[in-house]
Every structure is written in structure tokens, then in C-alpha cells.
């Protein structure tokens, strides 16, 4: 048969399978060849490869909730850091009845009604309405703001109509406190902690001011009652219940001495004598009182700012103790590091007296 008969019947072939190095090479119908001519790789020599997968990035958690209290309105998650509310669509949370829009009933709502806002640790309401925004009953004003804490209730154009209540998802509840305390103040964040207890930042709810709240369990707290002057700390309040004190105190905004001393490594000298001026004068008056502080030390005062030059308060009253006439100290208490002498040798003998305050003062002074 002629080389000619042989190819009848055949289809004639695509130019392309010709051509060397072409796609087609790499093909199913390519067979067992592993490459054309020019080292393409057919499908079957091909590795597959794996790409590693994206990792997703994990949801945010929600720092608080608003759960509604009326029909109408729905729960809401924080995780921005502020969010606006009203009846204007570009609010971050539209008061309308989802299921009803346009109803009449949230006419009585402002477009722009409240802000709820997060600061450090810290959550506050700032009321923008005409009619009024209420936490637990307390109105806050128009461009004036409150605190919000764990289990507040927020109600809007009127007292009775209540609409959210607020849960804290970070902070634990609160402690149980006195009746009286909780209608005037607001505590949030501890702040400070001691060997009787611990401090909490706290807000009154009329003026929203800051203040501290000292909460000492009866059980570690003997000390008696100590007036005050601008160098010693001022108590604003006082509140107790069966097992414990809550001394509400003024806010000092510049923390501990001990933090600024730590940080400055070494005081400038005009702020070291303005501070120990002060922490003589509130000692004088002390010991003029027959009151022993006996555990003075940079923990135990407060500054008012974070300025330089500052007003100053001594602080701490746990160890203090009237000192009645003719009658000396014979217990052993204090920070060791600022403990006069006689504090170690004679606590349990002769005592001691108003001496060791001014041992502290000295210690203090040096390591300014």
C-alpha cells in the first residue's frame, strides 16, 4: 500500500501541534511524553502546590452592650469607641421601629440624641437632645455628660420611659454598696489598692467630678478619724455598712509622689523643698492634734496635678493613732524602710512617740 493510501481517512492536523514548545504539549494528549522539544512540563509531571490558606483575623470583642428594654428598639455591641444615637439615618444607631418605619411613637426622640463614648476605662453619655437622656433616673443636661456603669439604665424624653439598660462586658460587678452612696456617686475602675482595701475612681452623679472612694474592710481598719487641712487628704463623704467603710476623698489627679520621684529619678531641688514644706505643715498639725501618722512615706502623698509645682496631700491614715497625753506608742507597724529606730527597739518596752514622724520626714527627704 503507497504511503499515500496509508494517511486516507486521516484528519489533517492542527498547524499548532506542530510547532515545537507549543501549549499543546502539555496536554492530555500529550500521553506518557514527559515534555515537548522545549522542556515544557506536561500535566502530568506538574506538582501540585498547596497554597498556605490566609489566616482570618479574629472579630473584635465587644466592650459593652445595650440591651433594650421596650419594643422597638434592639440590642446593641461597643466596639468602636463612640457611637451616636438618634433618629437621623446617619446616626451609628437609628432610633426607628424596624419593623414599623416612620412610626410616630420615636417622633418624640431628638436626631441626634446621646452619645456613648469610651475614654481609657471609662464609658460617659453625652445627652445632644432638647426633651432629656436619664441614667438611672438622673437627667444628664444638654452638652453635659455622666458616667455609665454596669447595669445603668438609660431613658430618653422622659424618666419613665426607659429604654436601654447597659452591661459592662469588661469589668466585673460592682461591690455591694450603700444605698446612700450609690444615689450620689458612680464608681467605675479601681485605681489603688492598700493593706486594708482598695481605691476607686468614682463620679458624682450631679456635677460628674472625680473623686476617690476608699473602701476598707472593718476587719483590717482600728484607726480613728483625722481632720483635715489643705495638706492632708479631705474627705468629702463617708458611708458604711456592716462589713466595711467607703471614704469618699478628693480626687488627686498627679498620683503618688513615689511615681514622680521614681521617674525623675532625683527631684529638682525647688520642688523638693516646695513638697517637704507642705508635708511639715500637715505633720505640725498632726502633732499639734497628739496625732501620730507612723507610716509616712512617697506612697503616702498625693499630688494634685501632673505639674511640678503642685499642691501636695499626705495620705493614709491606717497606722495613724491619738497619742494621749503621757502615754507612748507600743506597737510595731510602718514601712520598715521609713521605721524610726525606737519603732524596732522600743515598741515593745518604754514606746516611742512623735519623734518617729520626724524620722520619716528625714528618710523621705533623702531619698528625694
Known sequence: MSEESSREGEQPQDPSQSQPGSSSSSGPSSGSQSSSGSGTLSSVDTIPVTLPSVPEEPEAEPWGRLLPMK?????HDFIEDQYLFGRDTKCNYVLDDPDE???????????KHFRIYREGSEVFVVDYSNNGTFIDGIKIGKDKKLPLVNNAVIALSERRNRVFVFIDLISGEQASLPKEL???YLLTRRI????CGEVKLAFERETCRKFAVKIINKKNFQSE????????IRTEDFYQTEDSYYIVLEMMEGGELFHRVKAQQQLDESNAKLY????LRAV???HRNGIIHRDLKPENVLLSSQDDVC?????DFNQSRILEESMLMRTLCGTPSYLAPEVFTQASTTGYGLAVDAWSLGVLLFVW
Open 71 to 75: 419594643r422597638g428598639f434592639r440590642s
Open 101 to 111: 418605619k416612620g412610626s410616630q411613637k420615636f417622633r418624640i426622640y431628638s436626631k
Open 182 to 184: 450609690q444615689e450620689k
Open 192 to 195: 489603688g489598692t492598700g493593706v
Open 225 to 232: 478619724g483625722v481632720s483635715h487641712l489643705p495638706c492632708l
Open 276 to 279: 517637704f514644706y507642705q508635708m
Open 284 to 286: 505640725q498639725y498632726l
Open 311 to 315: 499642691l501636695i496631700k499626705v495620705t
